[in-house]
Antibody, heavy 120, light 110 residues
Framework: EVQLVQSGGGLVQPGGSLKLSCVAS????????MHWVRQASGKGLEWVGR??????????PYAASVKGRFTISRDDLRNTAYLQMSSLKTDDTAVYYC???????????WGQGTLVTVSS | QSVLTQPPSASGTPGQRVTISCSGS????????VNWYQQLPGTAPKFLMY???QRPSGVPDRFSGSKSGTSASLAISGLQSEDEADYYC???????????FGGGTKLTVL
C-alpha cells in the first residue's frame, strides 16, 4: 500500500523558516518524482514545486510565488522528500501536501497534509 | 486567479448526471492531458481521473472524463450523496513550467 506520511508543520513567525518531511512507503521511492501542493483555508489547490528522480538530475521547478524562498530535496536512501521553507510570509499559511508523480500519469497519491501557520 | 477555469459550483439531485468544465489554453490543456481530483470535506484530495478519461483502479465507472482542444470536462452519472465534494482539474503548463490547477468546483447533491 502506497503511503506518504508527513511531519514538520506548525506555527512560525513571518520571516522564519520551517522544514517539512514526507516519508514514503509501499513503492520504490527513487523511481518517482515528488511534488508539494498547498491549500490555504477555504481556497483551492496551489502547486508549490517538484523534484525529479535521479534520471531527471533531481530537477526542481518551483511556482513563481515561492521561487527563491522554498527548496525541495530528497533522500532516496531514507525514502523521504523535504520542503525547506524560508523567508515565510503570512500568505504561505496553508495545508501542505506531499504528492507522488507517476510518469505520464501525473500526481496520483497524496499525503495526509500538514498545517503551516505563519503569524506573529 | 487560477490558470485553469472551473465553475465555482455545480449541483444535481440523486441519480442525475452532472458535468464540470475546465477551461485552459494551448500551453496547458491544449498540449497535455488533464487529471481530476476529488476532495471530500476535511480530507486530502483523491486521484479521480488521468489522461483525460482514464479511471484509476477503484474509481466507479459513473465518473468519466473528456477533452477537446483547450477544454476538458468531468461527468458524473447516477449522482450519489457521497459524490458531494470539491473537484479540481489539473494539467502541466509548459509556459509556466508548472502544474496548474483549476479553482475547484463545489458539487452539491440536493
Amino acid at each position: 500500500e502506497v503511503q506518504l506520511v508527513q511531519s514538520g508543520g506548525g506555527l512560525v513567525q513571518p520571516g522564519g523558516s520551517l522544514k517539512l518531511s514526507c516519508v514514503a512507503s509501499g513503492f520504490t521511492f527513487s523511481d518517482f518524482a515528488m511534488h508539494w501542493v498547498r491549500q490555504a483555508s477555504g481556497k483551492g489547490l496551489e502547486w508549490v514545486g517538484r523534484i525529479g528522480k535521479k534520471t531527471e538530475n533531481y530537477a526542481t521547478p518551483y511556482a513563481a510565488s515561492v521561487k527563491g524562498r522554498f527548496t525541495i530535496s530528497r533522500d532516496d536512501l531514507r525514502n523521504t522528500a523535504y520542503l525547506q521553507m524560508s523567508s515565510l510570509k503570512t500568505d504561505d499559511t496553508a495545508v501542505y501536501y506531499c504528492t507522488r508523480d507517476r510518469e505520464v500519469v501525473g500526481i496520483d497519491y497524496w499525503g495526509q497534509g500538514t498545517l503551516v501557520t505563519v503569524s506573529s | 486567479q487560477s490558470v485553469l477555469t472551473q465553475p465555482p459550483s455545480a449541483s444535481g439531485t440523486p441519480g442525475q448526471r452532472v458535468t464540470i468544465s475546465c477551461s485552459g489554453s494551448r500551453s496547458n490543456i491544449g498540449s497535455y492531458t488533464v487529471n481530476w481530483y476529488q476532495q471530500l470535506p476535511g480530507t486530502a484530495p483523491k486521484f479521480l481521473m488521468y489522461g483525460n478519461n482514464q479511471r484509476p483502479s477503484g474509481v466507479p465507472d459513473r465518473f468519466s472524463g473528456s477533452k477537446s482542444g483547450t477544454s476538458a470536462s468531468l461527468a458524473i452519472s447516477g449522482l450519489q450523496s457521497e459524490d458531494e465534494a470539491d473537484y479540481y482539474c489539473a494539467a502541466w503548463d509548459d509556459s509556466l513550467n508548472a502544474v496548474v490547477f483549476g479553482g475547484g468546483t463545489k458539487l452539491t447533491v440536493l
